[in-house]
């Protein structure tokens, strides 16, 4: 039987990675933070740096990307049982 986990996809609706990493998942919680948190924003930070256009593709992959890896990340830590 599956078990709920609540409190942790609560967390990780508030910050990305931190329910996984509540769960014990601290390898695949520290890639998703990184991920939404780091990567993102230094993949538009560059792109702006480069040209206008390629920034304004990149703003908008990162937001529709960020959007799937948030809510998959809540969905995760909400369904998936910890490794033991």
Known sequence: MKHRHW???LASFLI????????????????LML???FFFPIAIYFSL????YLFLL?????LVSGIILWA???????NHEPIV
Not at 16 to 31: C, H, P, S, T, Y
Not at 49 to 52: A, Q, T
Not at 72 to 78: E, G
């Open 7 to 9: 409190p942790e996809a």
């Open 16 to 31: 990305v990675g931190l329910g996984q990493i509540i769960k014990g998942e601290g390898a695949r919680g520290l890639k």
């Open 35 to 37: 991920t939404f948190y």
């Open 49 to 52: 740096l480069i040209n206008g």
């Open 58 to 62: 990149t703003l908008g992959l990162s």
């Open 72 to 78: 998959y990340n809540v969905w995760d830590a909400f």
